[in-house]
């Protein structure tokens, strides 16, 4: 038995026969492609009609199973499934006795159909898993699937720590618990009997939904029968039930959103102020403050007609705040920002609305009569004109997208197998006259069911800022993948209470590594996100986190296209990539983030003796570099580590190139919505990777154009020999049709972990060296991360570029946590410079010098080998240097001596074992302490 840790509150049982699945290895192959637009209408070559009974074979691992009490069998698209039209696979079936039999390559499938009822039930039907994807087994109907990997539901509105996915624990329908489509045991069933369906496409047409017409008991089952291979289950899932859809380029960056009554004046101070402290901003959200309010009769208790609070719906400026919003929003286009306005519309339109008269006209009520509009959601001419009359025309002064807000209830009357939460999200994100020329849809809004991956991206609502808080949302996150929701934005900070700078650093460490980075919080004075109105230490920290999600958005978009393709989110469970190994599922808040990155937020505060945070880590097999360590470990192993409040545990696949935007090459505004003009590649080289390749996707950002093939693909190929370390740059895979692709654009490429090279040329030409690598082109050496950073000029992209670095060569020196050992030399020289005249720069020098050491390298590549080679005894002598500093506060030096002694245990530890015990969560407080599913050996 296997104890895996986890969430309060939160208990599932996962049942796995490891004996069974310790020798599997899942294959990693590129998706099946798309066949064409949805048909929900399946290929009669599919079909199997046995009585009342139908079985679509949809793939070799999905089926379709519809059980009728009259033979009448539907094949409109539901809310979930959109799309039955697939290639049929081979299968095999026929009936002898009564008995009916179907088999595919996976699966084999029986139905009694003389035995009784002929209803489904667990006498008459059962499909066995013929262990093609590493596991056997079977299931019936009533079957509990008791190693469900879990999904995802509708919010986390007021959850302090953690709240229990298990939806058969759950007893609350409003939160439209979801189960994942993925099991240990190898299948998971899901229930369409009673979804909502859609109206029949008409070309031209916006699609409606409708309740489904069926007899009580009639059955409409889906059942995914894929192992272990998750990615696979997956992607079938969105064969049949739509393709994640791409968000624009533009929502990867830096989104401001903050509950409060800013004017147009206050906003743009806001914008001065990011530039002024060096921070990138792509998106401004705008709270409800910024329509007409009536907060005096609110707190009064005052409804409106709707009988609502008060000023909770609108749809008009406050033109107190926003006397002229067309200038204000085209100020912030001439920044490059993206605004987006929040709305709870449950109250209609009511007369106070500056559109009212229109809306009242159009309604069918006579505007002087004052009577509000009520909001219909089951109506789709009320909702075309909702958009039409109410929102359209703020849109057209600069709105790109709406915060939906949908607070009131999920009770609210709509169609049956329907709830508010889920049409509100169909509405926004598909309404036709809503997005103009072929611009890409986006919404932000909560989950409303299976199928809303269709509908990205999510608003997981108002949490409670603690830290038990900040442990689930990691988890949560990467779960809702297992039902293809892969955009969950957070409020970063937490929502309903000041925090402290440390709790708020840490949060905004793991948005950086987050599918949507967005602060946000209360309307409180003391409830501040502004990371400049934190201490200066915390401050850098996070403006350092901010600067590289911003530089990252080349790599996560990249992700994000590669999961429109495959159906599989690119922050998933490590578990979609080591399904046969246990600890895979034992590290709830780590998680896949790409192709390349394994993430482990700490979700821990800093034992103040230490001034570290404990956070295990579980290292996958393979080799990783620890990013901001330079440290290499080997997996499979399990590391105790403690982390600085500086520190972000982000390890990369050994030899991988990661495409970033280069910090200062773009504008610190809006730089997220652009093909970038300077394309950066940094290479994890080690010693024993010969060579590596990636692939950069682009595309214009902002339309639906790349789903007629218009974008383009970048590939880079890494290589190192004996001598010399080189990066190929090809000329760009671009579709004809994409015509705004950049015709020339610059690299700068970064080899990491690499010696100083003896020279260095592009394209065949030599390249100078410039210590600060300000000339184009040149190179320079960062010693405080072992690097060498290469700036090209600018050249067509139509051709292929080559950087090689003779003399340069990864080694395993430079792979110890020299990069981690610098930065803690830095902070504690800061440390004690601060406790003047406590002690002296004389009685420090060793902390001194080894702070320096990166700089001195920088300065002087050829003093490299010399300077690496030195550091230890250095760094131990700095360590003797705190420990005899008498005069200084003795809490202060043990926690120096802390820092500094982790950091030399790390670098001397094997990086094939774990340097240290496993840590148990002794720094948490008792009340949010994780309690893990258990796995047990069927």
Request: hydrophobic share 40%.
């Amino acid at each position: 038995m296997l104890k895996m840790g986890a969430w309060s509150r939160s208990v599932a049982l996962f049942m796995i026969s490891w004996a069974v699945i310790s020798t599997f290895a899942l294959p990693r192959t590129d998706p099946p492609p798309r066949y064409g637009a949805d048909n929900p209408v399946a290929n009669p070559k599919a079909v199997v009609v046995v009585g009342t009974a139908r079985f679509t074979v949809l793939t070799a691992r999905l089926i379709r199973m519809e059980w009728t009490s009259d033979g009448a069998f539907e094949d409109a698209a539901s809310a979930t499934f959109t799309n039955r039209n697939l290639p049929v696979p081979q299968f095999t079936s026929g009936s002898s006795n009564g008995v009916f039999t179907l088999t595919t390559s996976a699966l084999s499938l029986t139905y009694n159909y003389v035995s009784g009822s002929p209803e489904f039930t667990p006498d008459n039907l059962r499909v066995q898993l013929l262990g093609q994807d590493g596991l056997t087994g079977s299931w019936a109907p009533n079957t509990t699937n008791t190693g469900n990997l879990l999904g995802t539901l509708r919010t986390l509105d007021g959850v302090n720590g953690a709240i229990n996915l298990n939806c058969t624990q759950l007893n609350n329908p409003s939160l439209h618990c979801t189960f994942g489509l993925i099991s240990t045991l190898g299948w998971s069933l899901v229930d369409d009997s009673s979804n909502a369906l859609f109206t029949p496409a008409v070309s031209g047409q916006w699609q409606w939904m409708q309740a489904r017409a069926q007899a009580s008991g009639d059955i409409d089952w889906y059942f995914f029968g894929h192992g272990l291979n998750f990615r696979l289950a997956l992607n079938e899932f969105t064969l049949v039930a739509g393709q994640i859809p791409l968000p624009p380029r533009f929502a990867f960056g830096i989104w401001w959103s903050r509950y409060w009554a800013y004017s147009d004046i206050e906003l743009m101070e806001l914008v001065s102020e990011y530039e002024i402290h060096d921070t990138p901003l792509d998106v401004l959200v705008t709270d409800m403050d910024w329509h007409i309010t009536f907060y005096k009769e609110a707190y009064q208790g005052k409804k409106d007609q709707a009988g609502q609070t008060i000023g909770w719906t609108g749809f008009t400026w406050d033109d107190n705040l926003f006397p002229n919003p067309q200038a204000f929003l085209q100020y912030c286009k001439s920044k490059g920002l993206h605004n987006t306005l929040n709305l709870h519309p449950a109250s209609g339109v009511q007369p106070w609305e500056e559109r009212y008269p229109q809306m009242a006209k159009a309604s069918g009520i006579d505007p002087n009569s004052q009577k509000y509009v009520p909001l219909q959601l089951a109506n789709q001419t009320a909702m075309s004109l909702l958009y039409d009359v109410m929102l359209r025309p703020l849109q057209e002064e600069g709105i790109d997208f709406w915060w939906l807000d949908w607070q009131q209830g999920e009770n609210w009357p709509v169609l049956p197998g329907l709830n508010p939460t889920f049409i509100l999200n169909y509405i926004f994100f598909t309404y036709p006259g809503q997005w103009q020329n072929g611009r890409r849809p986006l919404l932000f809004h909560r989950w409303g069911g299976l199928g809303n991956h269709r509908y990205q991206i999510g608003f997981s609502g108002d949490v409670v800022p603690a830290w038990g808080s900040l442990n689930f949302q990691p988890y949560f996150t990467a779960t809702a993948a297992n039902v293809g929701f892969g955009y969950w934005s957070h409020d970063l900070g937490g929502h309903t209470l000041p925090e402290t700078p440390e709790l708020y650093t840490r949060w905004v460490q793991w948005g950086a590594f987050s599918p949507i980075f967005r602060t946000h919080c209360t309307k409180a004075a003391d409830n501040e996100r502004r990371i400049w109105a934190f201490p200066l230490e915390y401050f850098f920290i996070m403006r350092d986190a901010i600067q590289l999600r911003a530089s990252l958005v080349p790599y996560i978009y990249t992700a994000a296209r590669n999961a429109h393709n495959t159906g599989v989110a690119f922050l998933h469970p490590l578990y979609y990539d080591w399904a046969n190994l246990k600890e895979a599922y034992s590290f709830p808040t780590e998680y896949v983030y790409g192709d390349d990155l394994v993430v482990a937020p700490v979700t821990h505060f800093i034992n103040n003796a230490t001034g570290l945070a404990p956070n295990n880590v579980w290292v996958p097999p393979g080799q990783w570099v620890e990013w901001f360590s330079g440290k290499i470990w080997t997996g499979p192993q399990t590391l105790g580590r403690s982390f600085a409040i500086d520190d972000i545990p982000v390890f990369v696949k050994a030899g991988s190139i990661i495409p970033q935007t280069p910090t200062g090459s773009v504008p610190l505004t809006g730089s997220a919505q652009l093909i970038p003009p300077v394309l950066g590649f940094t290479v994890f080289a080690t010693p024993n990777i010969s060579s590596s390749t990636t692939n950069v996707y682009e595309d214009d950002g902002d339309t639906t154009s790349y789903l007629t093939n218009q974008y383009a693909w970048t590939t880079a190929t890494f290589t190192q020999t004996a001598n010399q370390v080189s990066l190929v740059i090809n000329a760009v895979n671009k579709t004809s049709t994409f015509t705004t692709f950049p015709a020339q654009r610059s690299f700068q490429v970064t080899f990491s972990n690499v010696f100083p090279p003896s020279s260095v040329s592009f394209n065949g030409a030599n390249v100078p060296y410039d210590a600060f690598g300000e000339a184009l082109p040149s190179w320079k050496y960062d010693g405080e991360t072992l690097s060498l950073i290469v700036s090209t000029p600018s050249v067509p992209t139509n051709k292929a570029n080559t950087v090689v670095a003779l003399g340069s060569k990864s080694d395993p020196s430079l792979l110890n946590g020299f990069i981690l050992q610098v930065r803690r030399a830095s902070t504690i020289k800061t440390l004690l410079d601060q406790s003047f005249p406590a002690v002296f720069q004389e009685d420090y020098e060793a902390v001194i010098d080894a702070a320096g050491a990166g700089f001195r390298i920088t300065s002087n590549p050829a003093s490299a080998r010399s300077e690496l080679a030195a550091y230890p005894a250095l760094f131990a002598q700095a360590i003797k240097q705190i420990q005899g500093l008498s005069n200084l506060n003795a809490n202060i030096r043990a926690q120096a001596a802390s820092l500094m002694s982790d950091a030399m245990a790390l670098s001397s530890a094997s990086s094939e074992h774990a340097p240290f015990p496993q840590l148990a969560d002794h720094n948490q407080p008792a009340q949010q302490k994780m309690h893990i599913p258990i796995v047990k050996d069927l």
